[in-house]
Every structure is written in C-alpha cells, then in structure tokens.
C-alpha cells in the first residue's frame, strides 16, 4: 500500500459567501482552521464543492492565497484548476503553482465529450506544463464523459500524474484502476459513501465533502481499515452513512446539503450563487435528523 502524499483524508472546501454573495475569506480562514482541527490532511480549493464554476478568476486567486497562509505547515494545499480548455487549464494550475500550491486537481473536460485520446492528450498537455502533482477527476454523471480505465492506466504512466479521484460509483472500473497502475499511483474515493469500498480495492482515501463535520470520525473508520480491523471500519461506515445519505440528496445538488448543515451546526458559512439554491425546509429537516443522528446538534 503506497503511503499517500496528501493524507487519507482530503477535503473538498466550501467557498463561503456573506450576506451579499461575495467571498467571504475571513470566514474562509475560520473553516481552513476548522478542517485542520477536524482530521483534514489536505484542503483542496476552487473544486467543484467550492462552487468554481461561478467563482470569478480573481476570487480563486485571493482563495488560493488565504488558504496557502492559513494551513502554514498543517496541511498542503491541492487547488481545482481543470476546465474544459486545455490552454486556460494549463495558464491557471502554472498560476496555482506559482502560488504555493502543493497539487492540482484537474476534472475531466466537460460538455464537449472528447474522446479516450483527447482525454490523453489534454491532461497530459497539461502535466507536462507544470511541476505540481496532478490528480484527475473523474465524475462522468457531471462531466458527461468517463476516463475509461485503460486510458487512466495510460496516464498513471505520465510521470507527474500521481492519481485519481474516483467519482464513477462503478467498483468494476476501480478494480481496474488498481490492478493496472503502478503501485505508487494514488487512488481516492470521490464520493464519502464510496470510500470503504475504494479502500477494499486498494485506494488509498477519500476527496470528502462530510468531512467539513465529522474528519475524525472517517480518519477512524479509514485507520481502522488499514490497521486491518475490517469489522471497526465497518460500523464506523455504517454510523456515518446516514449523514453521507442526507448530504447528498438527490433534490439537493452538493454543495447545498453540506452549506445547510453547516450553518444547521453553528458554522454559517453562507449561501449560494445562481443558478444554485439553498435547500428546501424539507430537504433541511432531512439534514437535521442526519445531524441529531450523529449527535452533532
């Protein structure tokens, strides 16, 4: 088992917002300190959890930068800076780089369906114009195209492509992930519900969106596993599915659960900017039984 270069636990960050929709990154601040406190050993930034895609250039920069002062030495920092340009991809993880980042996370190209060898192409176009280790994403329910994985086995042959985060939901494909990349290429989870199995594949973590309130609770159940204690891992996983459930509503695109359930635990960290919205009361009640579960409120 490879030893991970940016923990077991990596934290997909919200952007917190103020009460007039811009970025609020005193409170940013705040929740960096949060995440470190609670377990987080990587804060990835500018993902699709901390809404980029209406998040300006300017703001993931100043982003980038409060984040980079705020984890000091506690953490490294991973900063989203894939798109569905190759060029624009690569001027923003050149920046990211320049700005202390320790990682790039980078989607797959999105609406423009490429194929296997575009995808080959682009992200390797793009590794090879940075020093940084890159991770690829691969959540094809979003992007509408999955890296196959006997392109990802390609990839991981790309010197600085050091992983993947594995949306798929599809354990056949990770399976084969693993088994035909190298023994140092890193495979996480890319979905809290997902990570047990991943680990049972061979991953290596998790990119979490829970984790911005219970990060020791799956640092445990992940340790756990790893110490080979399979039944612990087991009901810690069955103790936090039923908020991993309520997080992910299908009514409630991420990150609108997590945003709600901060500010349901006293840690507002805002709302949302169009064309997302804030939950429904129903889909907040939902939220709140998730929460009372886990005995967080």
Same mark, same amino acid.
């Given at each position: 088992?490879p ?6 636990l990596?934290t997909a960050?919200?952007t917190p917002?103020?009460?007039?929709g811009a970025?609020?990154?005193a409170?940013?601040e ?8 609670d377990g ?6 500018a993902?699709?959890?901390?809404e980029?895609p209406t998040?300006?250039?300017h703001e993931?920069?100043? =982003? &980038?930068?409060v ?16 798109? /569905?340009?190759t060029?624009d991809?690569?001027e ?6 320049a700005?202390?980042?320790d990682?790039a =996370?980078?989607?797959?190209p999105y609406y423009n369906?490429p194929?296997?060898?575009? =995808? /080959?192409?682009h992200?390797?176009?793009v590794a090879?114009?940075?020093?940084l280790?890159?991770?690829? /994403?691969?959540?094809?329910g ?6 196959e994985?006997?392109?990802?086995c390609r990839?991981?042959e790309v010197?600085n492509?050091?992983?993947?985060k +594995? ?9 084969? &992930?693993?088994?035909?990349?190298p023994? $140092?290429f890193l495979? /996480?989870?890319? $979905?809290d519900?997902?990570? =047990?199995?991943?680990?049972l ?6 990119v979490?969106v829970?984790?911005?309130?219970v990060?020791? +609770? ?7 596993f790893q110490a ?7 009901d ?8 991993? $459930?309520?997080l992910f509503q ?8 997590v945003?709600a ?6 840690? $507002?960290?805002g709302?949302?900017r169009?064309?997302?919205v804030e939950?429904?009361?129903? +889909?907040?009640?939902?939220?709140r039984a998730?929460?009372q ?5």
């Amino acid at each position: 088992m490879p030893t991970p270069l940016f923990g077991s636990l990596i934290t997909a960050m919200v952007t917190p917002f103020d009460g007039d929709g811009a970025v609020d990154y005193a409170r940013a601040e705040q929740l960096v300190d949060r995440l470190v406190n609670d377990g987080t050993e990587t804060v990835l930034v500018a993902g699709t959890t901390g809404e980029s895609p209406t998040v300006t250039h300017h703001e993931k920069v100043e =982003l &980038i930068k409060v984040v980079k002062w705020s984890v000091g030495g506690r953490a490294k920092l991973m900063v989203g800076t894939g798109s /569905y340009s190759t060029a624009d991809t690569i001027e923003f993880t050149q920046e990211a780089e320049a700005l202390g980042a320790d990682a790039a =996370l980078l989607v797959t190209p999105y609406y423009n369906k490429p194929s296997q060898d575009g =995808l /080959y192409q682009h992200f390797a176009a793009v590794a090879a114009a940075t020093g940084l280790p890159v991770m690829l /994403y691969n959540i094809p329910g979003r992007t509408s195209r999955n890296i196959e994985a006997a392109t990802l086995c390609r990839l991981a042959e790309v010197k600085n492509i050091i992983g993947v985060k +594995e949306s798929t939901g599809d354990f056949q494909q990770a399976a084969a &992930i693993a088994a035909g990349t190298p023994d $140092d290429f890193l495979l /996480y989870s890319g $979905d809290d519900w997902a990570t =047990l199995h991943i680990l049972l594949l061979g991953g290596v973590g998790v990119v979490s969106v829970a984790s911005h309130l219970v990060g020791q +609770e799956i640092r445990e159940m992940m340790a756990l596993f790893q110490a080979g204690d399979r039944a612990g891992a087991r009901d810690c996983y069955f103790k936090l599915r039923p908020l991993f $459930d309520c997080l992910f509503q299908p009514t409630a695109p991420s990150p609108c659960g997590v945003k709600a359930a901060l500010k349901l635990v006293g840690f $507002d960290c805002g709302g949302h900017r169009l064309p997302l919205v804030e939950v429904t009361d129903a +889909e907040r009640e939902v939220i709140r039984a998730g929460l009372q579960g886990q005995g967080l409120i």
